[in-house]
């Protein structure tokens, strides 16, 4: 009788199954066994929250970093930009001249960013004048070599340095003073044939711009 009891109650155990809590205890045990399996130190499979955070917040930043510096780029390269000077401003920056019509004795005035040039294709008599003369003769020393690039010519800016005036003399009916070379009517300052203040009031020589020659008989202003 006792031995049939024992036999129906392991079947009836076979039928019905564990018992509430037998699968949570056997995965505890297995998580157990694993963290006994592991070696010790071993690194964590998940990082901790506060490393993600800290993480999360430097790429924030980065990214806000980069999109202000575009922005700004944005919108300071248009002033930037406009204040380059426009295509017709660097054309006039220079001024080419033709010498090749300009006879002996004979003058022209060219513009050049909006200053008269005078461009005087001088005689050898001219030139011998002006060399001629002592430094200590002279308001504002020069020497006609260090005015000048290439003989026969003188290029000098038309303006007289008194009060801005622009002086007589580029025409053959034009007075050019004592000197030969220009006279300014206004307050009377005279220039010789090196464009230096002879007399008068004006304090210094005619100014000679910035110029090169690109070939014998053709010259590049500015």
């Known amino acids: ?22 699968g949570r205890g056997r995965d505890q045990g297995r998580r157990g066994m694993a963290d006994t399996l592991a070696p ?12 993600t955070g800290e993480t999360r917040r430097d790429f924030l930043k980065l990214v806000t970093t980069a999109f202000a510096a575009v922005g700004v ?14 295509r017709d401003v660097l054309a006039l920056s220079t001024t080419d001249v033709d010498l ?11 513009m050049w ?4 040039i005078f461009v005087r294709n001088r005689t050898e008599k001219e030139i011998q004048e002006a060399r001629s003369v002592p430094l200590s003769e002279l308001k504002d020393p020069e020497t006609d070599q260090s005015r000048v690039k290439k ?22 009916t034009d007075p050019r ?18 464009g230096r203040i002879r007399r008068g009031p004006a304090p210094a020589n005619l100014a000679v711009p910035p ?8 010259i590049r202003i500015g």
């Open 151 to 172: 003989d026969p010519w003188l290029v000098v800016i038309g303006i007289c340095t008194h009060l801005g005036c622009v002086p007589l003399g580029q025409k053959p």
């Open 40 to 51: 010790p130190g071993a690194p964590h499979t998940s990082p901790p929250a506060t490393e």
């Open 113 to 116: 960013r909006g200053k008269p």
């Open 73 to 86: 780029g944005v919108v300071v390269w248009p002033f930037i930009d406009s204040m380059n000077p426009a």
């Open 211 to 218: 110029y090169t020659f690109t070939s014998d008989k053709q």
């Open 1 to 22: 009788m006792g031995e049939s009891r024992r036999a129906l109650g392991q079947l009836h155990s076979a039928v019905a199954g564990p018992a509430p809590g037998c």
């Open 100 to 110: 090749s019509p300009v006879a002996a004795g004979a003058a022209i005035t060219v």
């Open 177 to 194: 003073g004592e000197y030969g070379g220009w006279f300014c009517p206004c307050h009377g300052s005279m220039y010789d044939t090196s």
